[in-house]
């Protein structure tokens, strides 16, 4: 993880693909669980590089990462 208190998109693909260009790995899955961390890749993520990126939420949504058994409705519902 970076040292500072943000990832930004650009640093994490930078990394990806020196990964890629050094050969570290033969294939990658990645989950990221964040409010709009479908911005880490969306459209950033070059074709080729053998990773798999899912996130819990696109670029433009919260990721409602709780839960909170017994309460109905849930959370995400009452906005």
Same mark, same amino acid.
């Given at each position: ?23 570290? !790995? ?11 961390? =479908?911005?880490?890749?969306? *459209? $950033?993520? +070059?074709?080729?590089?053998?990773? !798999? ?11 409602? =990462?709780?839960?909170?058994? *017994? $309460?109905? +409705? ?6």
């Amino acid at each position: 993880m970076p040292t500072d208190e943000e990832l930004y998109a650009k640093d994490l693909i930078d990394v990806l693909k020196k990964k890629h260009a050094s050969g570290t !790995y033969k294939s990658m899955v990645i989950y990221l669980e964040a409010c709009e961390s =479908g911005s880490m890749f969306d *459209g $950033l993520l +070059p074709q080729g590089l053998n990773i !798999y990126a899912t996130t819990a939420s696109n670029a433009n949504e919260s990721s409602w =990462g709780f839960y909170c058994p *017994g $309460l109905y +409705p849930p959370p995400s519902s009452r906005i």
